[in-house]
């Protein structure tokens, strides 16, 4: 073999084992930027993590429910504070960087319209012109490289972890009496929805948009996404396969939120782990290299009662829905990994008493299911708190996962509930360049 022919094989070959496994796609939620306190993120900040990324997800846009076009949900900062356009000029000094705008994301919360998603599938064509012009003007106006849909259809019902003595029984009495049924024209608005992104995909072509999807949690592929129609549409799918319990949904019993693999030890419902959510898209023919696993950086938090042991060993019964909210993160039963980590033991907690107290840390040995920090109930003074979350480590193993199996990469959930502030171990973005360094 002649010298050069040589060198061009081994360059393809480097290529191809490079190709797989090398999307860090960055959620940024832009709303951080108005927390109080640590949780607040603002560009600098942004622009650290930026450096590891090859998109950056901005969120969110939403849809007008009067007339179904698509808007910033933030318009203050946005637009008018310049926030799209200074995220989307990072370009110029990363220009490695992709930036797409998201829609939905479990952020579009409108009470007066609450089926407007459904309501624009289902509506005539103008409906949808609507939203694809004005996601259009968006994503060209401000500069970004295309649009993401993170869709939000209907999500699953809350489920037990696993059923008790007699479920067989249970799930045929459900079948009859429709109680696992959320959308009873789910097939229709699957269609819908291909025909929507088609149309979507349709306006973006001739600037050489990227289009991407994101699948929301608990929202079931199997109903809504017609997967082998979507592969020639879609240039990535981001799978949120995480928050498969959460204290919200599940008050009463605390599992992993976010496991590779269903943990063997006892039967729990089979599709509650991120293997079988990306096998599914797998084995409905969509390839590998365009799905992105999604990692959450936030752990959920659990209330413990008396009832529920000393232990921590999932499934933990007896919860009591979400704990407090964290000082930056701000929402009931959500923490940040920075919150989450000076929970655990430090030498500045470690003597402290009651609910200042450190959380003993579980770690997975196995790397399938995620790490869990908790502290018992104790007395009466002492509140008890479960949370199930990924830390840098198990992070990593979750981008050692998606390497293994050839997936595109990883998106991470978001890049404010990270470490971004160094808090932890004075190591800016943890989880982001655990994952980063895996890939
Ligand atoms: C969707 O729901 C059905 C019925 O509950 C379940 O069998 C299926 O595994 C789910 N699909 C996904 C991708 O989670």
């Not at 600098?44 to 179904?68: K, S």
């Not at 319209?113 to 949808?128: A, D, F, S, T």
């Not at 928050?243 to 039967?267: G, H, M, Q, V």
């Not at 018992?376 to 979750?398: F, H, L, R």
Request: hydrophobic content about 35%; some cysteine; overall charge neutral.
């Amino acid at each position: 073999m002649k010298p050069w022919i040589w060198f061009t094989f081994v360059a393809c070959l480097f290529a191809a084992s490079t190709e797989a496994a090398s999307n860090l796609v960055c959620y940024y939620d832009s709303s951080s930027y108005t927390r109080e306190g640590l949780g607040k993120l603002l560009n600098p900040d942004l622009e650290i993590g930026v450096q590891f990324c090859t998109h950056l997800v901005y969120g969110y846009a939403g849809i007008r429910g009067e007339n179904y076009q698509a808007y910033s949900l933030n318009e203050n900062l946005d637009i008018y504070k310049h926030q799209f356009s200074e995220v989307t000029a990072l370009k110029r000094k990363y220009q490695h960087l992709k930036v797409l705008l998201s829609v939905g994301g479990d952020h579009d919360i409108d009470v007066e319209h609450p089926n407007k998603y459904i309501e624009l599938l289902e509506g005539e064509k103008v409906r949808q012109t609507a939203f694809i012009r004005s996601a259009y003007d968006l994503v060209k106006n401000y500069g970004f490289d295309g649009l993401d849909l993170a869709y939000q259809f209907p999500k699953n019902k809350p489920r037990k972890v696993h059923g008790e003595l007699g479920s067989a029984w249970k799930s045929i009495k459900k079948l009859f009496t429709g109680d696992f049924i959320v959308d009873p024209n789910a097939a229709l608005h699957k269609e819908q929805f291909t025909a929507f992104v088609r149309d979507v995909k349709d306006s973006l072509r001739a600037d050489g948009f990227l289009l991407s999807l994101t699948v929301l949690p608990n929202v079931n592929s199997t109903w809504y996404f017609d997967i082998p129609a979507l592969n020639g549409l879609v240039d990535f799918v981001n799978l949120a396969a995480f928050d498969f319990l959460t204290p919200a949904r599940n008050p009463d019993e605390a599992d992993y939120t976010a496991p590779i693999y269903n943990p063997t030890s006892k039967d729990r419902l089979g599709h509650y782990n991120a293997d079988f959510q990306v096998n599914y898209w797998v084995k409905q023919g969509f390839p590998s290299s365009k799905i992105n696993l999604g990692v959450a950086t936030y752990g959920n938090a659990w209330k413990l009662s008396h009832d529920s042991g000393l232990e921590g060993v999932p499934v933990v019964p007896h919860t009591e829905g979400p704990a407090p909210e964290g000082t930056q993160s701000q929402k009931p039963g959500l923490l940040s990994y920075a919150e989450i980590c000076g929970k655990l033991s430090n030498p500045h907690n470690q003597f402290l008493k009651g609910n200042d107290s450190p959380l003993r840390r579980i770690t997975d040995p196995t790397k399938r299911y995620g790490t869990i920090a908790y502290r018992p109930v104790d007395g009466q003074i002492t509140e008890g708190i479960w949370v199930s979350y990924d830390d840098p480590d198990t992070a990593s193993n979750k981008a050692a996962y998606a390497r293994s199996i050839n997936l595109g990469g990883v998106a991470l959930f978001d890049l404010s509930y990270d470490d971004f502030r160094g808090q932890c171990t004075n190591d800016r973005y943890p989880i982001l360049r655990a994952v980063k360094y895996r890939l």
